[in-house]
């Protein structure tokens, strides 16, 4: 049979880039899968739940509505996050409050909301997306960089209290992805061809990392055949982060 077959599914992000391709391939594969998102517009057959990750209302609510539908959640992907260029001077203290909401914070958010049904799974296991910026220093980007280090070790912490519940906490930590996210990026870029080449040559591959490579590595982590794996942060990545 399918591989997630039987298993419900939680993606917040899941409305574009690396958590729709996450959604559709936990889906394809057997597994029940709502996205949370800011629009609730995805394709059959995912669960669209539109909420803010930095609105602890609508994310227990919706958190409520999945688990319900589905009579239960065992997985839970925390991929929604927003990026921020520049240094430590670029940034007034409400952007950092701003961007740390929804990176750090929705993720503790979403988390808090979704273990009372993730203890009565019999394989639960939360995958939060990083990023690459949290273990190598990248130029122009210190508060992005900060909330995903700081997202690594909530990871860790989290893992290291779930032990005894038998809820596996991982994270993928991403290079630079072919997303709507980097499209965007490019098209406010004085050169996007010149631009793309930049972020094309920063990783030792020469090329972008694609969604679908990310939601693979996602997908290893969350399932059953990843029982002894916690604590711990996939780069998917090109290579950048080693070589
Ligand atoms: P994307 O912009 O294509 O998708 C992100 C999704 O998150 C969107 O659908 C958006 O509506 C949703 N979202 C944003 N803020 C939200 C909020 N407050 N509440 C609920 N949903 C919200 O971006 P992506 O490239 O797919 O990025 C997904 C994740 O991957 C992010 O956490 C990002 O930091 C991480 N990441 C991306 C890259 C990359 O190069 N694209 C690299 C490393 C890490």
Same mark, same amino acid.
């Given at each position: ?11 917040t ?40 990750v930095s609105?602890?209302?609508?994310v ?18 925390n991929?929604a996050g ?19 909401d929804v990176n750090l914070l929705g993720v503790v958010r979403v ?24 273990? %190598? /220093?990248?130029?122009?980007? =210190?508060?992005?960089? &900060?909330?995903?280090? +700081?997202? #690594? *070790?909530?990871?860790?912490?989290? $893992? ?44 030792? %591959? /020469?090329?972008?990392?694609? =969604?679908?490579?990310? &939601?693979?590595?996602? +997908?290893? #982590? *969350?399932?059953?055949?990843?029982? $002894? ?15």
């Open positions: 049979g399918l591989p997630f077959a039987g298993l419900s599914a939680l993606v992000g899941g409305a574009s880039g690396i958590g729709l391709a996450t959604a559709t391939l936990l889906a394809e594969r057997g597994a029940r899968v709502a996205c949370l998102d800011l629009t609730a517009e995805v394709p059959e057959p995912l669960l669209g739940l539109r909420a803010d609105d602890d209302a609508s227990r609510a919706s958190v409520a509505t999945a688990a319900e539908a589905f009579g239960g959640l065992d997985i839970v992907v991929n927003i990026g921020a260029a520049g240094t430590v001077e670029d940034n007034p203290d409400e952007e950092w409050h701003r961007v740390l988390t808090r909301a979704a273990l009372p049904h993730l203890r009565r799974s019999s394989a639960p296991a939360i995958v939060n997306t990083c990023s690459v910026a949290a273990t %190598t /220093g990248l130029p122009d980007r =210190a508060l992005y960089s &900060a909330t995903k280090g +700081a997202l #690594l *070790a909530l990871t860790r912490a989290t $893992a290291a209290d779930l032990l005894a519940d038998g809820v596996r906490v991982n994270c993928v930590n991403p290079g630079t992805v072919d997303t709507p996210w980097v499209g965007r990026l490019l098209s406010a870029a004085d050169d996007p061809a010149a631009e793309r080449a930049a972020l094309e040559a920063r990783q030792p %591959t /020469g090329r972008l990392v694609a =969604a679908v490579e990310v &939601a693979e590595a996602i +997908a290893h #982590l *969350a399932g059953p055949w990843s029982s $002894a794996v916690t604590g711990t942060a996939l780069p998917v990545d090109g290579g950048m982060h080693g070589l």
